[in-house]
């Protein structure tokens, strides 16, 4: 059931389904999406805004990236940062931005809605899960903010959703590992419970081997400097707390090859 659910889910024959684990990175490039799969990624998250756990992206990257990569694509829609309490107008523009994900060859989709108590918002969901079909769907990391994780689980196996992405609601998959192991065995292969939040090649393996998840999510970036010779420093494009626009964090081929390798010698 759990064998033929993930690869309906993430495409048959791709990297790291041969060893039974699957690993899932998220980007916001073209360049780091080729990195990925030269890494060995299974799967794309693709994303815009990581800095706010990922939005909406272009879909002219979307276009690039599915002509510059084979693994499956899973298209992040999510329209703004901040919380996952959505208004009718935002519901309009995720069903929207599924439209035009689907056309431009999303192999899946990446969503999470809550209600105002900290509950899964079932009528929303039920709204954009049907304009994801036949696609699967991930619910992903406002699982976090739920208020009860086990009845939000069972949630989401009754609404359909493939894959829940977790750190266990804490700060990261490690803290949160205890959870993570009780909401997989809850899951019984109904719904793959994905780990993802802080993973690195330090804490992989006791992850893995402590939640007994088939599949993981990272991002195994690094920082990057900019090609730009002429830097004018009195002048930032975002908040004064943002990153510098001359230091680019790109999905490192190294790292995603270190995290593959360690997975394969666990499962």
């Given at each position: 059931?759990e064998r ?5 889910g993430s495409?048959?024959g ?5 060893d039974?684990f ?6 916001d490039?073209?360049?780091s999406?080729v990195?990925a799969e030269r890494?060995?990624a ?6 815009a805004g990581l800095?706010e ?6 879909m002219g990257l ?5 002509q510059?990569?084979?693994v499956p694509v899973?298209?992040?829609i999510r329209p ?7 208004s009718?107008?935002?519901?309009e523009?995720?069903?929207a931005?599924?439209?035009l ?9 990446v969503f999470g809605a809550?209600?105002?108590d900290g509950?899964i ?5 039920t709204a954009l899960?049907a304009v994801?079909?036949p696609?699967?769907v991930?619910?992903h990391?406002a699982?976090?903010m739920?208020?009860?994780p086990l009845?939000a689980l ?16 804490d700060s ?6 205890p959870?993570?192991k009780r909401?997989?065995?809850q899951a ?16 992989l ?9 088939p599949?993981f999510h990272?991002?195994a970036r690094?920082a ?6 002429f ?6 494009m975002?908040?004064?707390?943002s990153v510098?626009?001359?230091?680019l964090?790109v999905?490192d081929v190294a ?5 593959n ?7």
């Amino acid at each position: 059931m759990e064998r033929r659910d993930r690869k309906r889910g993430s495409g048959a024959g791709n990297a790291g389904m041969a060893d039974g684990f699957l690993m899932e990175v998220c980007v916001d490039s073209v360049e780091s999406a080729v990195n990925a799969e030269r890494g060995g990624a299974g799967r794309i998250e693709l994303c815009a805004g990581l800095m706010e756990g990922g939005t909406t992206p272009s879909m002219g990257l979307l276009q690039v990236v599915k002509q510059c990569v084979r693994v499956p694509v899973f298209v992040m829609i999510r329209p703004r940062g901040g919380d996952f309490l959505y208004s009718d107008r935002e519901l309009e523009v995720m069903k929207a931005d599924i439209r035009l994900a689907k056309l431009h060859g999303a192999d899946g989709l990446v969503f999470g809605a809550l209600t105002e108590d900290g509950r899964i918002d079932t009528e929303l969901c039920t709204a954009l899960l049907a304009v994801c079909r036949p696609l699967p769907v991930t619910f992903h990391r406002a699982f976090d903010m739920v208020h009860d994780p086990l009845v939000a689980l069972e949630t989401l196996v009754s609404l359909g959703f493939e894959r829940v992405l977790t750190s266990g609601c804490d700060s990261s998959a490690l803290e949160g590992l205890p959870l993570i192991k009780r909401l997989t065995e809850q899951a019984k292969g109904r719904i793959v419970v994905v780990p993802g939040g802080g993973i690195t090649e330090r804490n992989l393996q006791r992850i893995l081997e402590g939640s007994g998840a088939p599949e993981f999510h990272c991002s195994a970036r690094s920082a990057r400097d900019s090609g730009m010779k002429f830097r004018n420093s009195s002048v930032a494009m975002g908040s004064s707390l943002s990153v510098s626009e001359y230091s680019l964090k790109v999905a490192d081929v190294a790292q995603v090859r270190t995290l593959n390798a360690i997975a394969k010698n666990i499962l």
